[in-house]
């Protein structure tokens, strides 16, 4: 969608959906994420130098491996850089694009934990009053509601549920077209607020 597509549209939230589970409107249903010579290992046993430079090694090579895990691979995905009303870029994160209303409803409510630079997008087609709900989800986020011009409306930080909860009782009611999730604080961190804008495009 053109740079229309170059869209304002804040991290702090995302959709009529669910903050990872739309709650309830539209189409969207989750609305309504010192080593020294002879270090002792673990169990006790003692642990040279190249013993440790492997260790090291391998724990580096994991980290790796980690870091460059893909997240929501099945997604299309867009960069959202958050804008202060002087322009100056608050934060950027790779977000996962939510825009059916399958993908709205299942949020981020299947997704383990999300890296700091990473985020999901929720679209819809017009602007319009919507909740969010935290429906099974693992982590605590932070939920941006933005209007048809990127503008940053409302900004939920919602937690994760109870273990006796499944997160339809959370609800984070919102107005926007789009709605931005990301980790909870993030946009605290970031000074971001209500009034900054988004900026995306949308494939």
Not at 9 to 25: M, P, Q, Y
Not at 52 to 74: I, L, Y
Request: hydrophobic share 30%.
């Amino acid at each position: 969608m053109g740079r229309h597509t170059r869209r304002s549209v804040l991290a702090a939230g995302l959709a009529g959906a669910i903050a990872g589970c739309v709650g309830g409107s539209d189409d969207s249903p989750q609305e309504s994420e010192e080593a020294s010579d002879g270090t002792t290992n673990e169990n006790g046993s003692e642990q040279s130098d190249s013993d440790q430079d492997t260790t090291d090694a391998e724990t580096n090579e994991s980290a790796d491996e980690d870091a460059s895990e893909p997240v929501h691979e099945d997604y299309e995905t867009t960069v959202v850089e958050v804008r202060s009303a002087d322009d100056e870029v608050l934060g950027r994160v790779t977000a996962a694009i939510a825009d059916t209303g399958d993908l709205r409803y299942l949020g981020l409510s299947d997704t383990e934990s999300l890296p700091e630079d990473r985020g999901m997008l929720f679209v819809y087609d017009s602007v319009s009053d919507r909740t969010f709900v935290m429906r099974e989800m693992d982590f605590p986020i932070d939920i941006v509601y933005a209007g048809d011009d990127g503008t940053i409306t409302e900004i939920h930080h919602a937690r994760s549920p109870g273990p006796d909860e499944d997160g339809n009782e959370l609800r984070y009611p919102g107005t926007g077209q789009y709605v931005l999730e990301v980790n909870r604080d993030w946009t605290t961190d970031r000074g971001i607020e209500a009034g900054d804008r988004l900026e995306f495009d949308l494939p």
